[in-house]
């Protein structure tokens, strides 16, 4: 009895000696998706039953826990809306990562909102957003001039009024523009041609910076830009939100009321009506008005979606038009007067201030449609259609003689069909994917009457497309890769003189990319993505004879370009702690035969007034540069930020430098928060500056030279007042508060005017 009482002891003392010299020092890392569209999901909570601990994921996602001890767990995890996920794991020596999948679920909880779908673009490249307060913060501004808020995103101008936003230095038919999911289809070949959106129906604005012919096709080697509605609600909830803005700069005002709610009868029923008008006046040079810049552009748009488990719908329709003027003083009426103004870089004309709109001027109207559906095969696979229509209708007005003086010179009308059917596979064992096919026709035609021969002839477009996209995720580390296939078909054809010209071409070509994205810890991510991507032609740059009246030049195109091809590096290292955010972007772009149009030098004299003439040409290019943005916070008042970037661009086969490329540039600013809740962006004073540099890459030759750099300050004001249940945001902004006169090496018309002088903006936001 004695022997067994000890050996008891020995027994239990060296159990003792064994736990006690166990190390419990093991780490837990991982993250928690959706498991239907691999969505971050942010504050679930993830708890381990055995070591009695737990933590809530971050914004991405990812959770960490420390000091934990070997051997067998039980992790639970559980998300409102979602079914709860219970397993068991064993702990080793070392990091575990682990990636964990949450399904919805069907529940009725009172106060809880349930959304409908809303379609995300997953990519390992680098990827900038705008939402919440920092788009109230830009309401009002057209789309380039909103996006020129995040690093490495710039524009490129004719004018005050129109702007095209302009990523890593590339732009145009370069840049894939998505409204609601759709890809935005216009005459946006010309550098004047502004997007026919309206960035009051975006819930979110997202660049991605990479290369993404993939995903998308041709038009998206320059990058993507997501236009993102909120998703349609389902519940009985009824939202309305009214924006009122207006300028001192043009003395413009600018109305826009959305509305959204979910019926009580039908759940899974949703609805969103949108609408928003503006007008505005000739902008102010720091020094003189220039006239004929205003502008009255009136939006409208309406979903209607309906939501269940499986089955997912939304139709969506949207309305744009807008009449704006083009700054008269670019229409000179002979060489000498053009050289005249040239050399001195300011108007001759002593316009004054008015609304109204003469020749040479703009009017667009766009008109958009799409239907599209889901249904849930299974929990692992969906099954996803997509169709499009669209009309555009762009006239342009010159200043000509008599009767003429009605007619547009350019009358254009495309109509673009584009049609989607793609199957998403979600697998709980770590992969994801898609492989789809995407299909566009496109038919453009020139309006008979305007009695000027058109400057791109009548064509017919097909484009088809197959996509095989994959994805690996497990804990802090994700894989991708894709490729995809592209056959284009263009037929022209148009009169010059009596003789009918007609001709067909052919472009195909193949793109791929891979990429990763790892989580080093729970404050610093890299991702990297290596892309190749092809772009054909534009008909513009093959079949341009003429003068372009909105960008008051001659523009000459050639038949014998081939497709750009180009392979994109994309590298990006983000940073986050509870002070201080942090993002880092290098890229490298090779292309090969790039399309540019270049100052030939010479002009072109007729009725219609002196023009300078442009060509294009063709030439292998090296893109590179850094685009840097961060945040510290120096105290829960006080806050600072700073983004800016530089892009080289060189035409490696004559060792020079093309035209508008966007010089170094860098945005800095300090802000403080005050009343009662002083952590938060609703009440605060932010002061500003914009430094950009002298363009001092320039090409052999220019009509002028780059202007000399500037610098900006701006001061804002926002506050947030309760008015009734609900709060009223009202924000005052000065841009260009010292009246500085300066020139945009982006603008095009930076030859005849200075840029826009000092501006003062009131804002009314009110959600109820």
Same mark, same amino acid.
């Given at each position: ?11 239990? *003392? ?7 010299? &166990? ?88 106060? %809880?909102? *349930? ?6 673009? &997953? ?39 129109? !702007? ?33 959106? #309206? ?27 997501? *236009?993102? +509605?909120?998703?349609? =609600? @389902? !519940?009985?909830?009824?939202v309305t939100e009214l924006n009122l803005i207006g300028n001192s700069n043009g003395r413009s005002g ?82 000498? #007067? ?40 299974? +929990? ?37 069909? @584009? ?116 772009? =054909? ?25 081939? !497709? ?19 993002e880092l972007t290098a890229y490298a772009n090779q292309i090969r035969d790039y399309i540019y149009l ?32 961060? @945040? ?34 860098? #945005? ?19 002061? !500003? ?12 030759? #220019?009509?002028?030279?780059?202007? =000399?750099?500037?610098?900006? %300050? ?44 000092r501006n003062l903006q009131l804002k009314l936001n009110y959600q109820f």
């Open positions: 009895m004695i022997q067994k009482a000890i050996l008891l002891c020995l027994a239990l *003392v060296a159990s003792v000696g064994t736990l006690s010299a &166990q190390k419990c020092d093991l780490v837990l890392r991982g993250r928690v998706l959706h498991l239907e569209n691999n969505l971050p999901i942010e504050a679930a909570y993830v708890w381990l039953s055995e070591s009695a601990t737990g933590v809530a994921t971050d914004a991405n996602g990812n959770f960490v826990l420390k000091n934990l001890c070997p051997g067998p767990q039980t992790i639970q995890i559980t998300f409102i809306g979602h079914k709860e996920i219970k397993q068991s794991i064993v702990l080793n020596s070392g990091t575990s990562n682990l990636t964990f999948k949450m399904e919805e679920e069907a529940v009725a909880l009172s106060g %809880v909102e *349930v959304h409908g779908h809303r379609e995300v673009v &997953q990519t390992t490249t680098a990827v900038s957003s705008l939402y919440g307060e920092a788009l109230i913060q830009v309401r009002g501004e057209n789309l380039g001039e909103s996006l020129k808020r995040l690093a490495g995103v710039t524009t490129f101008s004719t004018g005050s009024t129109i !702007s095209k936003p302009v990523i890593h230095g590339l732009h145009s038919n370069r840049i894939l523009i998505l409204n609601n999911g759709i890809r935005l289809e216009g005459q946006q070949w010309g550098a004047e041609h502004a997007p026919e959106i #309206d960035p009051f129906l975006a819930d979110e604005l997202t660049v991605i910076k990479g290369a993404e012919t993939v995903r998308f096709g041709p038009e998206a080697m320059g990058g993507v830009i997501l *236009v993102n +509605p909120a998703p349609l =609600p @389902t !519940s009985k909830k009824q600018n109305v826009a009321v959305a509305h959204s709610g979910g019926s009580g009868k039908i759940v899974g029923l949703g609805y969103r009506i949108q609408g928003s008008t503006k007008r505005a006046g000739n902008i102010q040079s720091p020094n003189y008005f220039q006239g004929n810049t205003g502008l009255s552009e009136t939006s409208l748009s309406s979903s209607l979606g309906y939501s269940t488990d499986k089955l997912g719908t939304e139709a969506y329709y949207s309305f744009f038009t807008t009449e704006l003027g083009i700054l008269s003083d670019a229409h000179t009426g002979n060489l000498s #007067d053009l050289l005249k103004i040239i050399e001195n870089g300011a108007p001759f004309s002593n316009a004054e201030f008015t609304y109204s709109l003469i020749n040479p001027k703009q009017v667009v109207t766009h008109h958009l449609g799409k239907i599209k559906a889901h249904y849930h095969l299974n +929990p692992s696979w969906k099954l996803n259609f997509q169709y499009g229509f669209q009309s555009n209708h762009r006239q342009e007005y010159d200043k000509r003689r008599g009767d003429l003086n009605a007619r547009p010179s350019l009358d254009l009308e495309l109509f673009t069909n @584009t049609a989607e059917l793609f199957l998403d596979h979600n697998l709980k064992s770590h992969w994801t994917g898609s492989i789809g096919l995407h299909l566009i026709q496109q038919a453009n035609s020139n309006v008979p009457g305007t009695g000027v021969t058109p400057l791109i002839p009548n064509y017919d477009l097909v484009n088809g497309g197959i996509y095989l996209l994959e994805k690996y995720q497990k804990g802090p580390l994700e894989l991708e890769g894709g490729l995809r296939y592209d056959y284009r078909s263009l037929s022209t054809s148009r009169y010059l003189g009596n003789r009918l010209q007609e001709k067909t071409l052919t472009y195909q070509n193949g793109s791929a990319f891979v990429g990763g994205l790892y989580q080093i810890n729970p404050k610093l991510a890299f991702t990297s993505n290596l892309g190749t991507a092809w772009r =054909p032609p534009n008909v513009n740059e093959l079949f341009s004879q003429g003068l372009h009246h909105g960008a008051a030049a001659v523009e000459l195109g050639d038949t014998q370009l081939i !497709s750009e091809k180009s392979i994109k590096w994309v590298n990006s290292l983000e940073f986050e702690s509870k002070k201080t955010t942090l270049n100052p030939t030098g010479e002009t072109f004299v007729s009725l219609r007034g002196t023009f300078n003439v442009y060509e294009y040409l063709q030439a292998d290019a090296f893109f590179y540069g850094l685009d840097l943005s961060g @945040t510290y916070s120096f105290s829960k008042q006080f806050n600072g930020y700073a983004k800016g970037s530089i892009i080289r661009a060189k035409n490696t086969e004559a060792n020079s430098y093309f035209p508008f490329i966007p010089s170094d540039r860098m #945005d800095w600013g300090l802000s403080y928060s005050f009343g009662k809740h002083a952590d938060n962006d609703n009440n605060r004073i932010t002061l !500003s500056q914009v430094l950009v540099a002298q363009q001092s890459r320039e090409p052999d030759f #220019d009509l002028s030279p780059a202007p =000399p750099g500037y610098a900006l %300050v701006n001061l804002g004001f926002s506050k947030k007042i309760k008015v009734g249940a609900n709060g009223l945001r009202i924000s005052v902004q000065a841009n260009n508060l010292l009246n500085t006169e300066y020139k945009e090496y982006m603008n095009r018309f930076r030859y005849f005017t200075a840029d826009m002088g």
